[in-house]
């Protein structure tokens, strides 16, 4: 098992969480009368109600809500839906006999759901357990081998050799790659920065972890054109110290305790409530 670190989409989100956290706390620190957004009739709307919901939100989503321009958008459809439930209490809609339904269905998700909440709330996984499964698994937290290449991605093998040859004659490689590729990465000088074997489409792959530091490879093509790569340093397979993996440990080990704990609990359920299976209902 190789748990990779966290990856920078992680940290993206995890930048924009703290701007939001930190534009939460500067608007709570006002006085009341601004942290009010909005009023719909007597409903207030207010930065921690703004907060809750992009908090709410999964996590790609987030990301689109770091400026006030995209805050004031929500803002303004939370208001639309006030709205909606003013317009439904007038019109006695909770009093419908369809929506009195909807409810209790909602209600018993959600114990449903509350109920594993409070079956798994005690799990824990603490520091020890993970040290002893990390000793106890060194193979398991090993590196794999990492290359850091740059190449260049033109759509024509023609304008590939070209390209070749012209490296091959003095010409530095990331500005070739600033000229002529494709690739966004062009803006690096083509840096791909350190991959993995798999990470990257299997023709370049096999040429990439082929070449040895600061070698030149030959016109590789794939489904995206044509590629040249320079190889600019090799990582051999390492292993990864317990800091390094702590983290992600934890949470592995966490969800195979509440697996555990879930599989337990419930098969002592099914003794105390009779389930019967129609298999041939299920054929």
Not at 127 to 135: I, L, Q
Not at 257 to 268: P, S
Request: proline share 4%; net charge negative.
């Amino acid at each position: 098992m190789y748990i990779y670190n966290p990856n920078v989409e992680l940290e993206k989100i995890q930048y924009i969480n703290k701007v939001l956290y930190m534009w939460y706390r500067y608007k709570k620190e006002k006085v009341m009368e601004k942290n009010i957004l909005a009023t719909v009739g007597p409903i207030e709307i207010t930065t921690e109600n703004l907060f809750q919901a992009i908090q709410s939100m999964p996590r790609e989503q987030m990301m689109q809500f770091g400026q006030p321009e995209q805050r004031r958008q929500l803002v303004h459809e939370m208001v639309l839906r006030e709205l909606l439930y003013l317009d439904a209490k007038d019109q006695h809609m909770d009093e419908e006999e369809a929506f009195i339904k909807q409810v209790e269905e909602t209600k018993e998700i959600l114990l449903k759901q509350y109920a594993i909440q409070k079956l798994l709330a005690d799990v824990k996984v603490e520091e020890e357990e993970a040290k002893a499964y990390y000793d106890g698994h060194p193979q398991s937290f090993v590196a794999p081998p990492q290359v850091r290449a740059r190449h260049i991605l033109v759509e024509e093998e023609e304008k590939a050799r070209a390209i070749l040859n012209e490296i091959k004659d003095g010409r530095d490689f990331a500005e070739a790659a600033k000229e002529y590729s494709t690739c966004p990465s062009k803006e690096r000088g083509g840096d791909l920065g350190f991959f993995s074997p798999g990470q990257m489409v299997k023709e370049f792959d096999e040429v990439a972890f082929s070449l040895e530091e600061g070698e030149l490879s030959h016109i590789v093509k794939t489904q995206f054109g044509y590629h040249v790569i320079q190889v600019e340093e090799k990582k051999e397979s390492q292993p990864q110290s317990f800091e390094q993996v702590k983290d992600q440990l934890k949470q592995f080990l966490l969800r195979q305790k509440q697996t555990l704990c879930y599989v337990e609990y419930t098969d002592g359920l099914q003794k105390k409530y009779p389930v019967e299976w129609n298999e041939d209902a299920l054929k």
